[in-house]
């Protein structure tokens, strides 16, 4: 169950001055601008976009998510948090625990509740440990295991954290899991066509047929970002996101409000690539980014039309960052089809611990082969990798 008093401070000393570490769940009593210091360039570590997701219901207790966030002050400043929630269940994290959870359901042991480090919804690799510190970061890592503890949850997980987080976050005894993504990098390409030339000659073909088909049918495309966004394209943006979770079997995370929300806090981090058929908008993708960085997030379309989920998606995008020289383009998680198209596999971590010794022997054993087997099988697309041939560029 639930710290009963959200507000118990997890008390921390240091040589000269105390450091206290409050847990809140809400961020309404913290300035957007003290937050966003600690945020840095992260536009999902922003007040703006966490605030939408609690605010909107998205990321709220009535949804299995609920604010436990870790506050790190000193003399009455903050300094330092980490984004922490109780969770009730396991959807929209990205990194698959169902497996564990089914096992302690089997053994008579609950799973749920657990404590989660994480952007909610966002499989992106950023801070976890807002703390300028190695020191404040030692502090936030020892205030959740031992929330965790205090807590009597089942376990503590920290999802997409920075390395060398993740490293901090295992000499605490934590336990690390490697995933893999595709992300595309510029090589500082001219135009879309210069980064074409370095792919293998079959892989270069491929993608200007796919082009070519998007065009053939009529298709048109424009991108908008910033004050350019308006209502309809939000609108229309969280209808196709609706329709794509529906045609998966699965039910959306966020509404309209999030989507309307962040397009008037937080535009400058976003972009639409909208595909049009007679001036109609037929499908669309909804990106993020901090003009060094842009994060694929959400697709949908309202008409099928071959090719149009890699150019909506992918070749207007990286398009978008040749233009801007935007350095990385992250195309999200799963997909080997992203390969082909110029995204390059990519290995994240997550951090783990369990309050249930065995369990957590078990796993770790777990992820040491799981380890293994990612490692065999990022070598397997390396091998596979559209710019391997280099010699009919």
Request: hydrophobic share 40%; aromatic share 10%.
């Amino acid at each position: 169950m639930l710290v009963e008093d959200r507000r118990n401070r997890l008390s921390a000393r240091k040589s000269h001055a105390p450091l206290i570490v409050d847990v809140a769940d809400t961020l309404a009593g913290i300035e957007p601008q003290e937050w966003n210091r600690l945020a840095g360039d992260d536009p999902f570590l922003r007040h703006e976009f966490l605030a939408a997701l609690h605010e909107t219901g998205c990321a709220a207790p009535k949804a299995g998510w609920t604010p436990q966030y870790l506050l790190l002050r000193e003399h009455g400043r903050l300094t330092a948090a980490m984004p922490l929630y109780v969770k009730t269940h396991s959807y929209g994290e990205y990194v698959f625990d169902w497996a564990w959870a089914d096992a302690y359901y089997r053994h008579g042991l609950h799973y749920y509740p657990k404590l989660l480090a994480a952007v909610p919804f966002t499989p992106v690799t950023g801070a976890r440990l807002l703390g300028a510190s190695q020191e404040q970061r030692d502090v936030l890592i020892r205030a959740a295991l031992k929330f965790a503890r205090d807590a009597e949850v089942s376990s503590l997980h920290c999802l997409f954290p920075l390395r060398e987080e993740a490293q901090s976050m295992q000499s605490h005894g934590m336990m690390l899991r490697q995933a893999v993504q595709f992300h595309w990098s510029n090589a500082g390409y001219e135009n879309f066509d210069h980064f074409l030339a370095g792919m293998s000659h079959d892989k270069r073909k491929k993608v200007k047929q796919e082009r070519r088909r998007v065009h053939e049918a009529g298709l048109t495309f424009r991108r908008v970002e910033g004050a350019e966004i308006t209502h309809a394209d939000l609108t229309f943006v969280a209808r196709c996101y609706r329709q794509t979770y529906r045609a998966h079997g699965s039910t959306p995370y966020l509404n309209l409000e999030f989507f309307e929300r962040v397009g008037r806090t937080m535009p400058q981090h976003l972009l639409l690539a909208i595909a049009e058929r007679d001036r109609r908008p037929v499908a669309v993708s909804f990106n993020v980014h901090n003009g060094k960085r842009m994060c694929g997030r959400y697709w949908g379309c309202t008409e099928y039309h071959p090719g149009l989920h890699f150019e909506t998606c992918y070749y207007q995008t990286i398009e978008h960052c040749i233009e801007r020289g935007i350095e990385v383009f992250e195309g999200g998680a799963r997909g080997e089809h992203k390969l082909a198209r110029g995204l390059a596999p990519s290995e994240t971590v997550s951090a783990h611990w369990l309050a249930h010794p065995q369990f957590a022997a078990a796993i770790e054993q777990f992820l040491a082969r799981e380890k293994r087997g990612v490692a065999e099988y990022v070598d397997e697309l390396n091998d596979r990798s559209p710019f391997k041939d280099t010699a009919d560029k």
